[in-house]
């Protein structure tokens, strides 16, 4: 089993990565994190993947243990869906002593642990995430929130979990879109932080898409201990954390212009190709590094272009309520010819209406 810590004091928690580990969740709990309840939160599909069966086991453990369930899809990821939550955690019976499992994709991840942060002012939580995306971003580092209608996201608090369990088996039950979903976050590390894991996900492209076992395992680990690394370093965003969000500028507008129909992994595609047009035209990224980037992103099988039924000035729009937005003023991570990112407010009007093909 590979164990990374992420490192923030008093709050600095485990990740546990191994396929199959998923069966070990019940006697970890037990002996980490004893609780009166453990309530697993996962979406109605992840739930009959695999939800019964961890409740299943916890409860053979001896745990007393229950399940919430609510519909699959970013439509439930709202204050709502957190609200019919805690309603339901409190008829449960849930306590300032029970401990909430978020079981799923980011979706869970986001609306469980804000439901633990904010259920009778604070409970814990452990993630225990199902999708690539999740396993390799959005688990890690206590994010957590809901969207709203102006936006992805804007609504939410930093909370950590107590531990992370990452089972690489439960990938094989992902469908195929999902699994690529979660490689735009992969390739972005490769992009913002460790040039040479840009080379290994180029040398290794047939063997992560098959799922072998040895190198997605090792593509895991390597997220997450960047990752880890970055929320370290930088819990609440005020600088470094900031270089994680590549791509995510444009993609989250991308995802809301869709209604949320383009998924997460696929607008950041699209983000990361927007941005590094940009840097190619303020001249800080070559022209061959960006065909570099544009080129993995669609070996792996992810869009990187806007789809064209999304309407640009709409984009736009909600470029302008984007949370990473700092005294009006809008930040664009770019990447540079010399393998870092630069996060930077210098980005015009006229460069966001060249990248998007606003016309006058």
Not at 128 to 145: E, R
Request: proline share 4%; aromatic share 6%.
């Amino acid at each position: 089993m590979g164990i990374l810590q992420v490192g923030l004091g008093e709050r600095s928690y485990p990740i546990f990565v191994e396929s199959g580990c998923l069966a070990t969740v019940p006697a970890e709990l037990a002996a980490r994190w004893p609780a009166s309840c453990y309530c697993l939160v996962a979406d109605d599909t992840v739930a009959a993947l695999h939800g019964q069966e961890l409740l299943e086991a916890l409860r053979a453990a001896d745990l007393t243990a229950e399940m919430l369930s609510f519909p699959a899809g970013e439509a439930s990821k709202t204050i709502e869906t957190v609200a019919w939550l805690a309603s339901a955690a409190a008829r449960l019976g849930l306590d300032r002593h029970s401990m909430i499992i978020a079981l799923g994709g980011g979706v869970t991840g986001d609306l469980a642990g804000f439901l633990a942060s904010a259920y009778l002012r604070g409970v814990d939580f452990v993630q225990v995430p199902t999708s690539l995306l999740a396993q390799v971003d959005s688990s890690v580092g206590g994010k957590t929130g809901v969207d709203l209608p102006e936006g992805k996201n804007l609504f939410g608090a930093f909370y950590q979990p107590k531990g992370v369990f990452i089972d690489l088996h439960v990938l094989q039950t992902l469908p195929e879109i999902q699994y690529r979903n979660g490689l735009a976050e992969v390739i972005k590390y490769g992009v913002i932080r460790e040039p040479t894991f840009l080379d290994y996900l180029e040398q290794h492209r047939d063997a992560i898409l098959a799922l072998e076992p040895t190198v997605v395992s090792e593509m895991v680990l390597t997220c997450c201990r960047i990752k880890a690394d970055v929320v370290a370093a930088d819990e609440r965003e005020g600088d470094l954390r900031r270089i994680l969000n590549f791509g995510h500028t444009i993609g989250h507008a991308v995802e809301a212009a869709s209604r949320f129909e383009v998924l997460h992994g696929m607008a950041v595609a699209i983000g990361m190709v927007a941005a590094s047009r940009i840097a190619v035209s303020r001249g800080m990224l070559s022209a061959e590094r960006a065909e570099r980037i544009t080129g993995m992103i669609a070996a792996y099988g992810l869009p990187t272009e806007i789809p064209e039924t999304l309407d640009r000035r709409q984009i736009k729009s909600y470029l302008l309520t984007d949370k990473k937005r700092i005294g009006g003023t809008l930040f664009f991570i770019l990447p540079r010819s010399d393998g870092s990112v630069v996060i930077t407010d210098e980005v015009t009007e006229a460069d966001i209406d060249a990248v998007l093909a606003v016309g006058p």
